[in-house]
């Protein structure tokens, strides 16, 4: 699976969109992107993924370029319960495990 | 909405004790997961376990640990002898397809 580089941490204003960055450089083109994040010591809360096209729910879009060498997840209206740390992950397509980086821990300020 | 759930919510154990950690899988999902935390640490990944058999496991995953699903809903981890460094958050994931649904966790502390 390839690895990914994330900001350690970022801050966001309440209200405001939150763009986090992901760099996956080595992303081969069977692998998806996912996004997860972790509120303290919860469990992980998937959020989105893609493979090639943007996507968007409830949640979150994601954008992927066009070379697929990275990847930003927006929300975009960050609540201070989106404080979190969120992970950037590549998975291929045939294997079912997640591996956790650092991740980018998001502060949202009031 | 569906949600993976896990009990004991936490755990104390003395050292060399078995323990069971247990796990309600979301239903119709078809793939199994153990992950762990060390405080302060990463997010593990353990052992992954499909059509009753592991399907692929981490080098933490050592003899000392062992999966079921016992009775086609629970999804059990067993650490047979515990030790201090197994004291962890450990989470439970289940999924269909392409994504995986993590639980809230069990709070194992070995003293």
């Known amino acids: 699976d390839a690895k990914t580089t994330q900001p350690t941490s970022m801050d966001c204003a309440e209200g405001r969109a939150a763009n986090l960055p992901c760099n996956h450089s080595t992303i081969s083109g069977n692998e998806y992107v996912y996004w997860y994040r972790q509120i303290h010591s919860q469990g992980p809360q998937y959020i989105i993924h893609?493979?090639?096209n943007n996507e968007t729910n409830e949640m979150a879009s994601l954008i992927i370029t066009e070379d697929r060498k990275s990847s930003t997840l927006i929300l975009p209206h960050a609540t201070l319960r989106d404080t979190a740390v969120y992970y950037c992950?590549?998975?291929?397509?045939?294997?079912?495990?997640?591996?956790f980086g650092q991740g980018t821990t998001l502060q949202v300020k009031p | 909405e569906p949600e993976v759930t896990q009990t004991p919510s936490h755990q104390v154990t003395q050292m060399g004790q078995e323990v069971i950690l247990r796990c309600v899988p979301i239903s119709n999902h078809l793939y199994f997961y153990w992950y762990r935390q060390i405080l302060g640490q990463k997010v593990e990944f353990l052992v992954s376990?499909?059509?009753?058999?592991?399907?692929?496991k981490s080098e933490i995953f050592d003899d000392q640990f062992s999966v079921e699903r016992p009775d086609g809903s629970n999804f059990t981890l067993k650490i047979r002898s515990t030790k201090l460094e197994d004291s962890a958050m450990y989470f439970c994931?289940?999924?269909?397809?392409?994504?995986?649904?993590f639980g809230p966790g069990t709070r194992l502390l070995v003293l």
């Open positions: 992950i590549v998975r291929g397509s045939n294997t079912g495990k997640l591996i």
């Open positions: 376990f499909y059509n009753n058999e592991i399907s692929e």
């Open positions: 994931a289940s999924g269909r397809s392409e994504t995986q649904y």
């Open positions: 893609g493979l090639k």
